[in-house]
């Protein structure tokens, strides 16, 4: 058998998976988009459903809300994820506890961390019944609105708890790769702890954290449950109106719904080449 | 210097378990209202709803962990063969299939599944398990194949060569000598696609219809219908088989097999 | 120039039996080079990064010129080091790895540039700068691994085998461009090595671990002639070792009484000579009998196995000496009094 | 181990449900009689979707009905919980977009409003067939209420279940005197601020609390019944996003966000963060209170201007492939035992949709004893006043109304 068959037969049924399935749903969802449905009575392909999402101020009020959450929480992830591998590389007492604390959060489901931020901090929750214990507040009311806000803090709350290990974990692997002797050279040649951590160090796990950092944000940005547990009434998250709109009893909703998925997808199209990039940079 | 180091820690580990314990304390509550910082009464009965046959959480709890082993399983049997054609071969058109695999697990869940919707409905796996678990491939997938891509780049082909000429027939050459060279790389891609598959929400929704009432259903309902005992006590079951195979392979996945940090290079 | 004096350095790291380096006491001359010489994990590289301040004795005391240092953090104690595996910045250019510490001393950069491209000269890399180190042979990273360091004109150099990772004809070049360098700039230099051969070209003076301990220090040829203890004798090549009695300048032993050169120590011990020092025919003093049990070819060398008197011998010899010998035969062979040292019989 | 996960992967495909399209054929139904579709039932399975939101439902319906479904008929009674309603409306009109016609996944739906005007819209319904169960005899089909859905006929495509009437509740031991009608909530709403709240629509409890609003604000609910008229919409919805824009400052977070569902309302009573909140039926608050969720102190009440009346009901889809078992199911939902043991508010407290004095006499006598949770207001006492639903459009265009003019 020649390698070119190998491969092919080695391919074959993941791409027919994700080309079928994963291609597929997105054409699927594209042509919908275009509000083409035959069995709707819609054969006239049109841009009506863009027109209609781009021209909505809801719409836009939760691209940028999305976008937001998703900038917001990739980036305190990525630098309390970085303070939290460079901790736990060191010792201390309790750091075996921390870095199972780790791994094990990493099998929470997100739903289940959204519901933990939900009890702890909410108006009525652990953190303002502590302010409440110590007289700090009187009325859940003059505790601040950290969950269903407008700014998504609940949200970002959350995704900061599940990611940070993630991210973190990714760091800790690529140190135990790169090894102490980099550094340790730095310092030799002069380089205080900070320089050689940010000269050195830092250059070194960067594509690692980029690449990380890329899936943390496309999560983020197009998860569902998260702001369907922690979000405002207004705005909503993206794939939260994206799919409100798709389950309107109204069918005429259900292209804007398809439109606002393509609208994800392209960013997430984005994310991708941003990914790919920056996995070439690292490779070399 | 080390007691600054000292309260970062322990900064660090009160913020990853923090958010459980409220969880954890609901689901032993009756009613726990401001300003009380502990439950007033305590009460196994959320448990005892939880654990009964009425609320389904049991049943729920065996097909989440069906969905999610067959799903791991068939990443795992797809998955391995796609990473070995990456990790071992260059060929024309490799940046493109990267990139395809690629896509879904960057391309969130609700940007494919609302289209994907109608194609399985015309398919008859809409409200099935089968689609489920189908549906659940393409977020899996691509980190099993990433993983493995990984593993595959650094493995020498010499040594399958080497059994063959010792008379090792193809299936004992990935018995004996492949697969456990892999295994590593497999047990971190396969919890990592049964990670994904256990914590799917909206795939199983759209495309389960409700019919298949996974874990992560089932708390939602009930953490939107604001019964805080019945969530805190669904959702520590549903903690629990995570924390399970953690403990069986946590050593695989800081280890020095490193896989996780293929995650990050990919 | 700066004097660097190890006191008593005791390094035991958490959890293991016993010391890593166990009270080693040596002065690094200045402006010379020492080579720290042992067989691998005699816990030479510990004493590096204990000078370099990458790792904290657990006792005993570092100065340089006569100032302990132990207080100063390893960026200003310009101890640098050069490691084993060069660890150059992979996604910095030759230059930038060059000028990375100037870089940390917040030097113009327009300083730097000059001083980058003069070490390039210097390690014979000139216009080499802008390449990145995976771009280069394993030679010219080592070259670029030294040239980092050197620019920073260090109180004390430290190498860690700095020519293990090369091939035989690069190590003959690195070795001259390394001793040239080094006396050039007159800076004092720790060499760590586990290649006798290395050290001994290379190093002003030689000192000799084994299991964290420093067994014996001096010019390289003491070692050869008057090697300290058996594992020193052995760790440098020798392989007779017989064990007999010193009276008056007389080795008594199963070969017989052998006469010993002046300042032999006294007393019970053991007889030791290098394989190559042993002559084949008679001469008038200390010759004996010996039946030959085998002959190696060894190129330029014949190895002979012998016996005399019960023991077994070992002789190395040029092949034009050894023509004619053949296994089984018996000659005569000659221990010249000078090539002969005893090791006295540690007491227990 | 892959051999082993390959095994299991096969079992789970075994699993994956089959559809039988056995009794999908509904003119075939209409044809027969009770006892034949009773046996053409038996054996089969109902896949029932309902909102699973409620532990002592979810236990209503599972072991109560799905119990005697069991026992009596041997059916299996399968209980699908969802979230939203309009997740199983979906599923059903996603399959009918695709040309399923006889092996939908949906048997039964627990369905009201909006989702059965869609479901009657589109044609989703399987119609005509309430004339077939025995228990129809004890629904008064006489009453608008029963025979209206939302204003939408019901047309025989489904079979009421319960009724429930708006009710608001206050901690009696905070508030002794709430307020009891639109314009006393609003005036107290302004001399309270941060006390009142309500869901954003289209959350059902948010959106039935707008329409109160509404009505108050078009003067009446009479001058609103029938289809939906423009120039009368306008009228009254401009005076009533005036008023709810008016208060909006006045609100919880001084209006900046909504709660989205009614749980966050009943989380935000429950902690005292407001002093106010309201449900479609007042037994919800007895069975808050016995959870221990609201303080015992609570009371409900309903408004002097009257508060809105529904019915809930099931629904068969059309392409439902067990139409003959959930016919069964229906009955049995309709039977005086079935309508007593909801009403108890141990079980669940859910008023009847069927003529009690229709019933024997042993079922009167247990209703009659009913002791209604003091936290609960009796239906009784809610009937005296009680306003009738609008039609379906009215109600989308009120919920789209409020979004861009208040929510936003």
Redesign the interface.
């Known amino acids: 058998m020649s390698d070119r068959w190998k491969i092919l037969l080695l391919l074959a049924p993941a791409m027919l998976i994700i080309g079928v399935l994963f291609f597929g749903a997105l054409a699927t969802g594209l042509v919908r988009s275009f509000n083409y449905m035959p069995v709707l009575g819609l054969t006239e392909p049109s841009l009506e459903a863009y027109a209609a999402v781009f021209s909505s101020p809801a719409f836009g009020r939760s691209l940028l809300l999305s976008l937001h959450i998703a900038l917001t929480s990739t980036l305190l992830s990525a630098l309390i994820a970085l303070w939290a591998a460079v901790l736990l590389r060191q010792s201390f007492p309790g750091r075996r506890i921390a870095t199972f604390l780790f791994q094990l959060n990493l099998t929470v489901p997100h739903i289940v961390g959204a519901i933990g931020i939900l009890y702890l901090f909410s108006q009525s929750g652990a953190f303002a019944r502590l302010a409440h214990a110590t007289s700090l507040i009187a009325r859940p009311a003059e505790f601040p609105a950290l969950v269903f806000d407008p700014y998504a803090i609940g949200i970002i709350l959350q995704y900061v708890w599940k990611e940070v290990p993630f991210i973190g974990l990714i760091l800790l692997a690529n140190m135990q790769a790169i090894g102490d002797d980099y550094e340790s050279a730095a310092r030799s040649m002069g380089a205080s702890r900070w320089q050689a951590f940010r000269h050195v160090l830092l250059p070194m796990l960067m594509p690692g954290l980029l690449s990380a950092s890329i899936l943390v944000f496309a999560f983020a940005f197009g998860a569902y449950e998260i702001p369907a547990i922690l979000g405002a009434s207004f705005p909503q998250a993206l794939p939260v109106l994206a799919y409100k709109s798709f389950t309107d009893v109204d069918l005429a909703a259900r292209p804007e719904a398809m439109a606002m998925a393509m609208v994800i997808a392209g960013i997430s199209a984005v994310m991708i080449l941003a990914y790919l990039r920056l996995t070439r940079r690292g490779a070399r | 210097m080390r007691s600054l180091r000292l309260l970062s820690g322990a900064v660090l580990i009160t913020w990853l378990v923090l958010p459980l314990i409220p969880l954890a304390i609901w689901s032993f509550a009756r009613g726990w209202r401001f300003p009380d910082l502990l439950p007033r009464d305590w009460t196994l009965a959320a448990w005892s709803y939880a654990l009964s046959g009425t609320s389904g959480v049991l049943a729920s709890l065996g097909l989440t962990l069906g969905i999610a082993a067959a799903a791991t399983a068939a990443s795992i049997v797809i998955g391995v063969p796609a990473g070995r054609a990456l990790g071992l071969y260059r060929f024309r058109g490799k940046t493109l299939v990267q990139l395809m695999i690629l896509a879904p697990a960057i391309v969130p869940g609700i940007a494919s599944v609302l289209g994907l919707h109608g194609l399985f409905l015309a398919l008859g796996l809409t409200n099935t398990v089968t689609g489920v678990i189908l549906v659940h491939l393409i977020p899996t997938l691509p980190y099993m194949i990433l993983v493995m891509a990984g593993v595959f780049a650094n493995f020498d082909t010499r040594i399958e060569d080497q059994a063959r000429s010792l008379g090792a027939s193809p299936v004992q050459v990935f018995r004996y000598v492949t697969l456990p060279a892999i295994l590593p790389g497999i047990i971190v891609g396969g919890l990592f696609a049964f990670l994904i598959s256990w914590s799917q929400y909206i795939l199983t929704l759209v495309i389960g219809g409700g019919r298949v009432t996974t874990l992560p259903l089932l708390l939602f309902t009930f953490a939107t219908s604001g019964r805080n005992d019945v969530t805190g006590a669904i959702g520590m079951i549903y903690i629990l088989p995570g924390i399970l195979i953690l403990a069986l392979t946590a050593r695989r996945i800081t280890g020095r097999s490193g896989a996780i940090a293929g995650v990050g290079r990919a | 120039m700066t004097e660097v004096s190890l006191t008593k350095l005791t390094k035991t790291y958490p959890g293991a039996p016993r010391p890593a380096v166990d009270r080693l006491t040596l002065p690094l001359t200045c402006g010379k080079l020492t080579a720290l010489l042992g067989p691998s994990g005699c816990g030479k590289t510990t004493v590096m ?1 204990m000078i ?3 790792l904290q004795p657990s006792s005993g005391d570092i100065s340089f010129d006569g100032r302990s240092i132990l207080g100063e ?9 050069v ?1 084993q ?1 060069h ?1 150059l ?4 250019t030759v230059a930038e790895n060059i000028g ?2 100037l ?3 917040h030097l113009p950069a327009a300083e730097i540039a000059t001083r980058v491209d003069e070490m390039l000269e210097r390690v014979r890399l000139p216009g080499m700068g802008a390449r990145r180190p995976a771009a280069l042979s394993g030679g010219q990273q080592q070259r670029v691994a030294l040239a ?2 050197l620019i ?1 004109q260090p109180k004390v150099l ?1 190498l860690d085998e700095p020519l293990s990772n090369l091939d035989a004809h690069l190590r003959l070049e690195m070795r001259d461009l390394i001793r040239g360098l080094q006396q050039d700039m007159a800076i004092t230099t720790l060499l760590v090595t586990h290649d006798q051969e290395e050290a001994v070209v290379l190093a002003d003076h030689v000192a000799l671990m084994l299991n964290g301990q420093l067994r014996q220090t001096g010019a390289a040829q003491s070692f050869y002639r008057r090697p300290a203890d058996a594992e020193v004798a052995h760790f440098f090549g020798g392989r007779n070792f017989i064990a007999g009695q010193s009276r008056g300048g007389v080795f008594t032993s199963a070969l017989g009484a052998l006469r010993l050169p002046d300042g032999a120590p006294e007393g019970p011990g053991l007889l030791t000579f290098r394989p190559e020092a042993v002559e084949i025919g008679a001469e008038p003093e200390n010759s004996l009998t010996a039946t030959l049990t085998d002959c190696q070819f060894l190129g330029s060398e014949i190895r002979l196995l012998l016996q005399s008197g019960g023991l077994a011998l070992e002789a190395l010899t040029r092949p034009r000496d050894a023509e004619g010998l053949a296994p089984g035969k018996e000659i005569a062979i000659t221990l010249p009094r000078e090539t002969l040292w005893v090791i006295p019989k540690t007491p227990g | 181990m892959t051999t082993r996960s390959f095994g299991l992967l096969a079992a789970m495909l075994a699993l994956a449900p089959m559809a039988h399209a056995d009794t999908a054929d509904g003119d075939a139904l209409l044809s027969m009689s009770w006892d034949q579709i009773v046996a053409e039932a038996r054996g089969g399975t109902v896949n029932w979707f309902m909102w699973g939101g409620a532990d002592n439902i979810n236990r209503y319906v599972s072991e109560d009905i799905g119990g005697r479904l069991r026992s009596e008929y041997g059916i299996t009674l399968n209980r699908v919980g969802i979230s939203d309603t309009v997740e199983a409306v979906n599923i059903v009109l996603g399959e009918k977009e695709a040309g399923v016609t006889d092996k939908g996944s949906v048997d039964m739906i627990w369905i009201n409003g909006e989702n059965f005007f869609t479901m009657k819209q589109a044609g989703l319904a399987f119609c005509g067939y309430t004339g077939l169960l025995p228990n129809n005899a004890l629904v008064n089909w006489e009453n608008p209420a029963i025979a209206n859905d939302f204003g939408v006929p019901v047309d025989g495509c489904e079979v009421p279940w319960s009724t429930a009437q708006f009710a608001f509740a206050h901690d009696s031991a905070v508030m002794p005197e709430p307020p009891r009608s639109i314009p006393d909530l609003i005036a107290w709403v302004k001399a309270n601020p941060g006390q009142f709240t309500y869901p954003a629509p289209p959350d059902f409890n948010g959106s039935a609390f707008v329409r109160h609003v509404f009505y108050h604000a078009a003067g009446g609910a009479e001058n609103l019944l029938g289809p939906f008229d423009k120039a009368r919409y306008d009228a009254a919805a401009a005076k009533t996003w005036a008023i709810l824009n008016e208060i909006e400052p006045f609100l919880w977070r001084e209006g900046q966000t909504y709660p989205t569902s009614i749980t966050q309302l009943n989380e935000l009573y429950a902690n005292g963060e407001v002093g106010l909140t309201f449900n479609y039926g007042a037994a919800e608050f007895g069975v808050a209170v016995q959870n221990g969720i609201f303080p015992e102190t609570t009371r409900s009440f309903g408004l002097t201007d009257g508060t809105i009346a529904n019915t809930n009901y099931t629904i068969v889809p059309f392409n439902s492939p067990n139409k003959a078992a959930a016919l069964v199911l229906q009955n049995l939902l309709l039977s005086g035992e079935a309508q007593y043991t909801k009403a108890r508010p141990e079980i669940w407290g859910a008023d009847p949709a069927i003529e009690i004095d229709r019933t024997t006499p042993e079922i009167q006598a247990q209703f009659a004893a009913i002791e209604t949770h003091p936290a609960a207001v009796p239906a009784a006492e809610l009937a005296k006043a009680a306003l009738p639903e609008l039609q379906a459009d009215w109600i989308a265009a009120i919920e789209k109304g409020w979004i861009e003019n208040v929510g936003q």
């Open positions: 990064r370099a301040g990458l953090r390893p960026e200003d104690r310009r101890a640098v080091m490691f595996n660890m910045f992979p996604f910095m990375f510490g870089k940390m001393r980092r360091a920073l430290l």
